[in-house]
């Protein structure tokens, strides 16, 4: 059993940034962070859940969502069990509550088929 924490939230004016960050806990020696694919999905009023950023157990590789790239990355230190979302040139649209999630696989790692999933935590960009 993964538990996920997630931090970082905020108000942000437009053009500004956050770091998300994803702290995992509940994990053995066989059932380690490493083993895990990574994610970040959000969620705006009215609108399904989508995911912006994925990232596989060693970090090597990643995969964006349209929207955000070029301005989002998502990183991992698996010595810290934690992953991050760093989100610069926020625009408006981009106000959502953001989630972290885990999973197994990385080509199957979806809204529907995710493991495990935090919190949430909201990100609001407006002047």
């Known amino acids: 059993q993964v538990t996920l924490v997630e931090s970082g939230g905020g108000l942000v004016q437009p053009g500004g940034t956050l770091r998300l960050s994803c702290a995992a806990s509940?994990?053995?020696?066989?059932?380690?962070?490493?083993?895990?694919?990574m994610a970040w999905f959000r969620q705006a009023p009215g609108k399904e859940r989508e995911r912006v950023a994925v990232l596989s157990w060693n970090g090597h590789s990643t995969d964006y969502a349209d929207a955000v790239k070029g301005r989002f990355t998502i990183s991992r230190d698996n010595a810290k069990n934690t992953a991050y979302l760093q989100m610069n040139a926020l625009n408006p649209e981009d106000t959502a509550i953001y989630y972290c999630a885990a999973g197994l696989n990385y080509y199957t790692m979806t809204v529907e088929r995710a493991d495990y999933w935090g919190q949430g935590t909201q990100v609001t960009v407006s002047s």
């Open positions: 509940g994990l053995t020696s066989g059932d380690t962070f490493s083993r895990y694919v």
